[in-house]
């Protein structure tokens, strides 16, 4: 971005990114004295940093909210005459000084975890390939987990202080926002993008055409395409957006990024052509030279072709080229069940590839083989094969999906036994600035130190956990739930005065939620796997326990099905449909559009957090650490991280661990064991109060659920391990 100008500029003619870069002019009406806010803005180093995100908040109240916490945006609208206030404002100048130099000293620091304890190991930065970032409200390119799991690790790493950059694309519709039918129906709603919005930078303005940054050129078919590239500011670190709506390009070209997920398989191997190949391409334009290259799941695998073919242009024999490029490489499978993983019909591969072989000096059947999982048969080209192939550091996200891997892929390594496959795991964890609530995040600094969110992985922290004041940790507790209500009621007031909602519409969306109600949560992707439905199981025995005279329990649902997912949008309509059965009394909501903003609500506000995939089928989850953090405590079954996470007295666990090999004898069983649980134990230990209506048990196991999970499943903790049993080791030549 330019730098702001000290004048005034007073044409309110809002002038494009593009126009400022031609003109070296900022548009932004800031006074010297706050120059610096346009710079804050479009680093997202603000988002987790709770003094800067008050900063903002601040300096226009009403404005913040109605952009949706997006500073670029509330800066471009924000009047002359509150800048010129605020520049006057002494309150507002000492929390303007404190906050960039807090910034200052985070963009400089050589103290970092990283450069102290690892100094000298990597010649370049970890290029981290993602097809999903979900970073902030502010960019919607993320559908799910996946995309969370992303960001977290490119926020760490700045925290770190590991050079880091990531690859992913600039879908200028995203993902869809979800809407319900009073029937029940998900009706999926396409935003467009304002790039002039967006916490999003161009690089080097190409003079002879429109687009900002270096074009990047491929031939997916004989006409040449070209991708252009954002930037994305994460603290010290750079985030790299590809995007193919670029002038030049045919219409259809244009529009082949301009949505994350779609079903058609023509246009997903387009856009992982883009991703790997054009993302190395990228890179290599703008003179970065990673050490060590990570693949967030196979859609970004053509990312490791790409680097055979350099090597082999480079003078490798396509062997050489091979080991070269698997030694630098690090790819995390996420996916636990076959159908998960990304499988291209050979006649697309054929299709697009052909000449791939060709530059890669090898023949059609070497090619295919790489991507094969069944020998020359098979009639399909797997993408976690090929990258299991040409990486040599693999993992797995969880202790027991490592199991699950192995199982799954020992076909690949026949001359070894199951538990030697060469998968490791690292189990995943959460970037808690991002996810522990302001008003948790002051007790935990009050009462474990300043330091804190640099310390979330220190297993020292423990003892302090346990002299928190029950008191001010259930006070905590309850404003955040308040602000969750009160999010959902305001959100059920719209419905009903902007979209002319019905009442039953009105009453799901949470009309009724009581501040005083036992309240459990449930918000992840609608999939079919993650049985959303399971509580549902025994209608009578759940209305019971629901509709409790005294001790009655609510439970909010939010989720989107994909698209293309019939059966999960049949799952939805009935949640949904069950949620406005009258004789639940109002007692189950159902929140749209569930969205990392959305989460944040959901994760902090309930009492407990309830999860019930199939086992087996969760490879790691996180959400159930985001609601740890923020006091809320977890309900699962044992699969994915929980299986090594529960330790009997943080939480509960459903049901016992053993596979279930009839899917419908495990429901039956874990759903009444969900029920068992409820009634028995989570119920009674919820409404168990003192004279002060304090639930100390409650309070008791919150801390220990705190105390033996957050340092263990943060993604500092993570981060550091990736580091030390993946990216040196890569790093070595
Ligand atoms: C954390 C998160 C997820 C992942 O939830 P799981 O329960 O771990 O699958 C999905 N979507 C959003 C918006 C999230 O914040």
């Known amino acids: 971005m330019a730098k702001p100008a000290s004048r005034l500029v007073t044409d309110t003619k809002r002038a494009s990114k593009q126009h400022i870069l031609e003109n070296m ?10 120059g610096r806010l346009e710079e804050l803005a479009n680093n997202l180093w603000w988002s987790w940093h709770p003094k800067a995100r008050e900063l903002f908040r601040v300096l226009d109240y009403p404005l913040w909210r109605l952009s949706g916490h997006n500073p670029v945006k509330q800066l471009r609208e924000i009047s002359t005459d509150k800048f010129e206030a605020a520049a006057t404002d002494p309150v507002f100048l000492n929390l303007y000084d404190s906050v960039i130099s807090a910034f200052d000293a985070d963009m400089s620091d050589k103290h970092s975890w990283f450069s102290t304890k690892h100094p000298n190991v990597l010649d370049g930065p970890v290029a981290y390939f993602s097809m999903e970032f979900a970073i902030h409200n502010s960019l919607p390119i993320y559908a799910g987990g996946l995309g969370v799991l992303a960001g977290d690790i490119c926020k760490e790493a700045s925290d770190l202080g590991l050079p880091l950059v990531g690859v992913g694309f600039m879908y200028p519709q995203g993902y869809f926002h979800q809407r319900i039918s009073a029937e029940g129906s998900q009706e999926e709603v396409y935003g467009q993008l304002d790039f002039d919005e967006a916490p999003i930078t161009p690089i080097n303005p190409v003079p002879r055409s429109k687009w900002c940054g270096p074009l ?3 031939n997916l078919s004989d006409t040449p395409f070209y991708i252009g590239v954002w930037q994305v500011r994460l603290g010290r670190d750079n985030l790299y957006l590809l995007c193919s709506d670029v002038e030049g390009n045919m219409p259809q070209e244009r529009q082949l990024c301009a949505r994350l997920y779609t079903a058609d398989q023509e246009q997903r191997i387009q856009q992982e052509i883009v991703l790997g190949v054009g993302g190395v391409r990228a890179l290599r334009a703008l003179g970065i030279k990673p050490s060590v290259w990570h693949a967030n799941e196979g859609h970004c695998a053509f990312m490791m072709l790409e680097r055979v073919r350099e090597e082999v242009e480079k003078g490798s024999t396509f062997p050489e080229a091979l080991r070269k490029v698997q030694t630098a490489t690090v790819f995390t499978t996420h996916t636990k069940v076959a159908a998960g993983h990304e499988v291209f019909p050979l006649s697309l591969v054929d299709k697009y590839l052909y000449s791939y072989w060709e530059s890669l000096g090898i023949n059609r059947e070497t090619f295919l083989e790489l991507g094969r999982q ?6 399909n080209f797997n993408m976690t094969v090929l990258a299991l192939r040409l990486a040599d550091h693999r993992n797995a996200v969880s202790q027991l999906h490592e199991k699950v891997t192995h199982r799954m892929w020992h076909a690949l390594w026949p001359e070894v036994k199951e538990d030697e496959v060469p998968i490791s795991y690292i189990t995943n964890g959460i970037h808690v600035p991002t996810w522990v609530a302001r008003e948790m995040g002051r007790l935990y600094e ?14 020292g922290l423990r003892e302090l956990v346990l002299n928190i004041p029950d008191e001010e940790l259930w006070a905590v507790h309850q404003i955040l739930k308040r602000k969750l209500i009160g999010a959902m009621v305001e959100r059920a007031r719209q419905c009903s005065t902007e979209r002319e909602c019905k009442a039953r519409q009105v009453l799901v969306m949470g009309s009724l939620l009581d501040q005083d109600t036992l309240t459990i949560g449930f918000g992840r992707r609608f999939a079919a796997y993650k049985r959303p439905e399971l509580i549902f199981h025994d209608i009578e025995h759940l209305k019971r326990i629901v509709t409790d005279r005294w001790h009655p329990v609510q439970i909010i649902f939010a989720g989107k099905s994909h698209p293309a997912d019939l059966p999960s949008k049949q799952l939805l309509r009935d949640v949904y449909g069950l949620a406005t059965n009258r004789e639940f009394q109002g007692r189950i909501a159902f929140v749209e559009d569930y969205d990392i903003h959305m989460a944040h609500y959901l994760v ?8 019930t995939p199939r086992r087996l089928y969760e490879a790691c989850g996180t959400s159930g650490m985001k609601a740890t953090v923020n006091g809320v405590l977890h309900l699962s079954v044992r699969d994915g991280w929980w299986y090594e996470g529960y330790n009997g007295l943080n939480g509960w666990a459903i049901g016992d661990e053993v596979d279930a090999y009839d899917p419908m004898l495990e429901d039956k069983s874990d759903a009444e064991a969900l029920y068992r649980l409820l009634e028995e134990q989570i119920v009674p230990l919820y409404y168990q109060r003192d004279r002060n209506g304090l639930p100390h048990g409650w309070v008791h196991m919150v801390k220990e659920a705190i105390n033996s999970i957050v340092p263990r499943f943060c993604t500092r903790r993570m981060l550091k391990e990736y580091v030390e049993q993946m990216y040196i080791p890569a790093a070595r030549k």
């Open 216 to 218: 990047i050129q491929l």
């Open 25 to 34: 002019l900022s548009e932004l009406k800031l006074p010297e004295r706050i």
């Open 604 to 611: 902090q506000g309930v009492d407990v957090w309830l999860n």
């Open 374 to 379: 069944d020998g020359p048969s098979d009639q």
């Open 446 to 459: 009050k009462h474990l130190g300043q330091d804190v969110s640099e310390r979330y992985d220190d297993i």
